[in-house]
T-cell receptor, first 115, second 113 residues
Framework: KQEVTQIPAALSVPEGENLVLNCSFT??????LQWFRQDPGKGLTSLLL?????REQTSGRLNASLDKSSGRSTLYIAASQPGDSATYLC??????????????FGQGTILTVHP | DAGVTQSPTHLIKTRGQQVTLRCSPK?????VSWYQQALGQGPQFIFQ???????QRGNFPDRFSGHQFPNYSSELNVNALLLGDSALYLC????????????FGSGTRLTVV
């Protein structure tokens, strides 16, 4: 059974800091890993999708890395801004068996960036 | 290009009632999944539909059922509502059953009183 853990559970930083969010998963048999952002009471916005054959993806100030063999991914946010405040969720799409195609989510990291 | 559309946005039901939530996938997507997200938790997989059939199911009771229509839209039905069913219900669509990313809707907030 795939399990996804995100550390830290919450993070509060001053504006301008570079920060790292961590995600770990127990089963390396994945198709891909996706990072999402969720604003309070809202749906999920996809930030980055990394296929299992890739090592990293970048979009603007965001960079996500994937080490499938060790079951880890990190989301790096450069020069954080108050508008980055949200919950960040990591999800893996598992291969094969009964887990085919579904996403397994971590609990999320609540990020607060204060001016 | 419209993304994933869910309706209604909010719903209040009484314990024991039945509810139907609706989802239209992103244009070009043929696979629809439903997730339940309790406050402060990550989303939990309910089930996935492809070619109008339930292909995969999470650890949810039979009170949770669904349907996919020929136009790929989907419904989630919950019978005999419990207070614990109060949550944000998210619909996600994908155009590739293996390697594609998922696009999520804004969700339906269900409150059971």
């Amino acid at each position: 059974k795939q399990e996804v853990t995100q550390i830290p559970a919450a993070l509060s930083v001053p504006e301008g800091e570079n920060l790292v969010l961590n995600c770990s998963f127990t089963d390396s048999a994945i198709y891909n890993l996706q990072w999402f952002r969720q604003d309070p009471g809202k749906g999920l916005t996809s930030l980055l999708l990394i296929q299992s054959s890739q090592r990293e993806q970048t979009s603007g100030r965001l960079n996500a890395s994937l080490d499938k063999s060790s079951g880890r991914s990190t989301l790096y946010i450069a020069a954080s801004q108050p508008g980055d405040s949200a919950t960040y969720l990591c999800a893996v799409r598992s291969r094969g068996g009964t887990s085919y195609g579904k996403l397994t989510f971590g609990q999320g990291t609540i990020l607060t960036v204060h001016p | 290009d419209a993304g994933v559309t869910q309706s209604p946005t909010h719903l209040i039901k009484t314990r024991g009632q039945q509810v139907t939530l609706r989802c239209s996938p992103k244009s070009g997507h043929d696979t629809v999944s439903w997730y339940q997200q309790a406050l402060g938790q990550g989303p939990q997989f309910i089930f996935q539909y492809y070619e109008e059939e339930e292909r995969q199911r999470g650890n949810f009771p039979d009170r949770f059922s669904g349907h996919q229509f020929p136009n790929y839209s989907s419904e989630l039905n919950v019978n005999a509502l419990l207070l614990g069913d109060s949550a944000l219900y998210l619909c996600a669509s994908s155009g590739d059953r293996s390697i594609g990313g998922y696009t999520f809707g804004s969700g339906t907030r269900l409150t059971v009183v």
